[in-house]
């Protein structure tokens, strides 16, 4: 690129003469400058830039001292500022700076939209701006990721920007102190690797102190608990099975009787009374659950307090009383854990009397509901049966008679006989009376049995008619007995019902009868079972370690929403 000729304060405009004269002396000089072309072109590319800037900021010193001894013509004067620029320029110019740092130069400039019509102008502006163009931080800020949608090598778009090349000024043919484009750029990528490892350091640094910080030292202080404070525990294990009686019922209650389906809901009831408040109480009052674990040689953590609340001891009891169903055999399994052995096999035994007790009481009131409803079923038929028979007693006295129908079957049976008698009297007083002189003294014997025959039958009719009429009549007493007779029967058959019932309530309620039996007895152990110093420090380590995680994946969630 070429700009006008300025000088420091005139320009001065030379003759044709002159200018002829001009010409001719300038003859040599350009010799001179094909011969200096020629040993640039022999030169490196370094330094034919070099002499080439060299021979561009000799030129007006040349021309200048030709014109010296001219006669001027006319004079241009130049402003302070542009004098000070051209001063500025020439000395940039007599740096002596290479080809690489100029263009770094122009793009420096186009960075900060600084219009520069040189390399040299754009170094002066840079400076001038407080900003060394050759500061290795200015330089890493150049080294961006090449813009993939304009290859390198395609043609720029128009109106853009391109300045020409500059080719520094001559020097002598010496070895180079800057480095070449390759090695200065490996430079920069090891720069960059190395401040890429730094900051992978620090990162790393920082992530392992705050490792260290929240899991390992919490990790190392439950270690240091388990391993070096925590008392030991002593643990007595025990088995013990819920049963029922054997029941010779069919259907389907037979088939489930002998399975541990028919004692789930007994098993589960003891389970839970076993783990409540009241089963603690009650080993409390009876074995001193409290005093045990309120002595001053536990540790910290698993001792109580003096005289403490029975909802601390129930978390104690808690943590150290587990039992566990298992549905699939029917076994409830239970362990007891405390600072003595004996302790623990003595708690142990407690826990399955009072087991035992709330097995037996469970079915014991429904049991006593069966009985007691059946006897009282019992009692009132037997009632129900005495005021029949008193009844059908009352009825039978106050006919005078115990079988009313025998009675009129008596009379009954005396009439017929009457009457038979009563005709024959009859046939014989007729056989008399056909005699032509029948014997009055037979007549008068006939007739008057006929008379007394008739009259004991009139007699036995008139019994009769009052034995069939009115309320105390015979046969309205014989219904009545009758009545009486039928509801003494019934209620015989309602009593035996009720006998037969009494029987076999007493019978189910024996079939009810849960009995709890122990597979295994406790017994006190020689080891101490807790605490499980490497596995309780492994299972703090994993907790640790996972709340740290989730603390830091909820941090770095929350950071980007903030950020984004």
């Excluded at 400039?109 to 163009?133: C, W, Y």
């Excluded at 960059?192 to 640094?205: C, F, G, M, P, V």
Aim: net charge positive; with cysteine.
């Amino acid at each position: 690129m070429t700009t006008k000729p300025r000088a420091k304060k005139f320009r001065i405009r030379r003759s044709p003469a002159a200018a002829g004269s001009r010409e001719a002396g300038a003859a040599p000089a350009a010799q001179g400058a094909a011969a200096v072309a020629a040993q640039a072109h022999a030169r490196p590319e370094p330094q034919a830039a070099g002499a080439a800037s060299a021979r561009a900021a000799a030129a007006p010193a040349a021309a200048e001292r030709d014109g010296a001894g001219a006669a001027p013509l006319s004079g241009m004067v130049s402003s302070a500022r542009e004098a000070s620029m051209e001063t500025d320029i020439e000395a940039i110019r007599r740096e002596g700076l290479t080809g690489r740092q100029l263009r770094l130069a122009r793009r420096m400039a186009q960075k900060h939209n600084l219009d520069a019509t040189s390399d040299f102008e754009a170094v002066r502006m840079l400076r001038e701006r407080g900003i060394d163009p050759f500061a290795r931080a200015n330089l890493l800020e150049l080294v961006v990721p090449q813009n993939k949608a304009q290859p390198a090598g395609a043609p720029q778009a128009p109106g853009s920007v391109q300045l020409p090349q500059t080719v520094p000024a001559a020097k002598t043919n010496l070895p180079s102190a800057e480095l070449s484009p390759a090695e200065r750029r490996n430079r920069e990528i090891q720069e960059i690797q190395r401040d890429i490892a730094r900051r992978r350091r620090r990162k790393l640094s920082l992530l392992a102190a705050r490792l260290a910080f929240f899991v390992v030292l919490p990790t190392l202080a439950a270690g240091f608990y388990f391993y070096s404070v925590a008392t030991p525990m002593y643990s007595s294990k025990s088995e013990f099975l819920v049963l029922k009686a054997d029941s010779a019922a069919g259907g389907v209650g037979g088939l489930l009787s002998g399975t541990q389906f028919a004692t789930s809901q007994d098993s589960i009831a003891v389970q839970s009374y076993l783990m409540s408040k009241e089963a603690m109480l009650r080993l409390d009052r009876e074995a001193g659950f409290k005093a045990h674990f309120t002595q001053n040689w536990l540790d910290p953590i698993q001792r109580l307090e003096s005289a403490p609340t029975n909802e601390e001891a129930y978390a104690t009891y808690s943590r150290n009383v587990k039992i566990g169903y298992d549905p699939t055999e029917g076994v409830v399994r239970m362990e007891v854990s405390a600072a003595d052995p004996e302790a623990a096999a003595e708690f142990s035994r407690k826990l399955i009397s009072y087991a035992q007790e709330k097995v037996n009481s469970l079915s014991q009131q429904k049991r006593a509901d069966q009985m007691s409803e059946a006897e009282a079923a019992l009692d009132e038929a037997e009632a129900q049966r005495r005021a029949a028979q008193q009844r059908l007693v009352v009825l039978q006295q106050q006919g005078s008679v115990l079988d009313p129908e025998g009675v009129v079957a008596s009379l009954r049976q005396q009439i017929g006989t009457f009457e038979i008698q009563l005709e024959e009297k009859r046939l014989e007083l007729a056989a008399l009376q056909d005699n032509a002189r029948p014997n009055r003294a037979k007549v008068s014997g006939a007739e008057a049995d006929i008379r007394r025959l008739e009259a004991v039958i009139a007699s036995l009719n008139n019994r009769m008619v009052d034995a069939s009429a009115g309320e105390n009549s015979l046969a309205n007493l014989r219904i009545q007995i009758q009545m009486a007779q039928a509801d003494l029967a019934t209620r015989d058959l309602m009593l035996q019902s009720a006998l037969q019932q009494v029987e076999t309530t007493r019978l189910e309620a024996n079939r009810q009868v849960r009995y709890l039996t122990t597979a295994v007895e406790p017994v006190p152990s020689q080891e101490p079972s807790y605490p499980r110093k490497f596995e309780n420090t492994v299972l703090a380590f994993l907790i640790f370690s996972g709340i740290y995680l989730m603390c830091s994946l909820t941090a770095s969630i929350l950071r980007e929403q903030v950020s984004s």
